[in-house]
């Protein structure tokens, strides 16, 4: 089976200092992986994912994930925190065995402090 | 406007009441998904759909029904409800059953069960 783990449930980083949300996961085929962002009071949006074209996957909001195989990592980064960047970030994964299974993580919750 | 529309909003009920909640979606996607979200826990799959007709149990199916008679339609339905599934529920869908497509989430169902 597979899992998500994302390493933090908070983490806190002053304007304009550097974004980095780690997410490892276990599969024996490196599946489908998704960043999405939850404002408060909303539904998830999609940051990026990756889809085996490109190891490092640019998203909206400047933010980037690079995939590492060797390490089942996707961290999650951006070299400048804003104020508007306060959310819920949530990594995720889809097998390609089986499409219609998702697993989320149990997010990380960022702070950007002014 | 492409959307996942859940009604209700806000949902207060008792213990062994039933009850729906309604998802559909105006974009002519394939595939749905019902999800809920605990604290500590992200998200985590109840029930999925690759079309119409075709469900499929996610990670925590008890106690949840679904149906998909039609494309846009997927409601989630709670027949004999308990405290334990208060929680917060998305509906979400993407274009086809490949697993890299994105999810699109509704505004979620904030339910409690008394």
């Known amino acids: 089976a597979q899992s998500v783990t994302q390493l933090g449930s908070h983490v806190s980083v002053s304007e304009g200092a550097l974004v980095l949300l780690r997410c490892n996961y276990s599969?024996?085929?490196?599946?489908?992986l998704f960043w999405y962002v939850q404002y408060p009071n909303q539904g998830l949006q999609l940051l990026l994912k990756?889809?085996?074209?490109?190891?490092l996957v640019k998203g909206i909001n400047g933010f980037e994930a690079e995939f590492k195989k060797s390490e089942t990592s996707f961290h999650l980064t951006k070299p400048s925190a804003h104020m508007s960047d306060a959310a819920e970030y949530f990594c995720a994964v889809t097998p390609n065995t089986n499409a219609g299974k998702s697993t989320f993580g149990d997010g990380t919750t960022l702070t950007v402090k002014p | 406007e492409a959307q996942v529309t859940q009604n209700p909003r806000y949902l207060i009920t008792v213990t062994g009441k039933k009850l729906t909640v309604t998802c559909s979606q105006n974009m002519n996607h394939e595939y749905m998904s019902w999800y809920r979200q605990d604290p500590g826990l992200g998200l985590r799959q109840i029930y999925y759909?690759?079309?119409?007709?075709?469900?499929d149990k996610g990670d925590v199916p008890e106690g949840y029904k679904v149906s998909r008679k039609e494309k846009r339609n997927f409601p989630l339905i709670l027949e004999s409800p308990s405290p334990n599934q208060t929680s917060l529920y998305f509906c979400a869908s993407s274009l086809s059953r490949q697993g890299n497509e994105k999810l699109f989430f509704g505004s979620g169902t904030q339910l409690s069960v008394l």
């Open positions: 599969s024996s085929v490196p599946p489908y």
């Open positions: 990756y889809t085996s074209a490109a190891t």
């Open positions: 759909s690759m079309n119409v007709e075709v469900t």
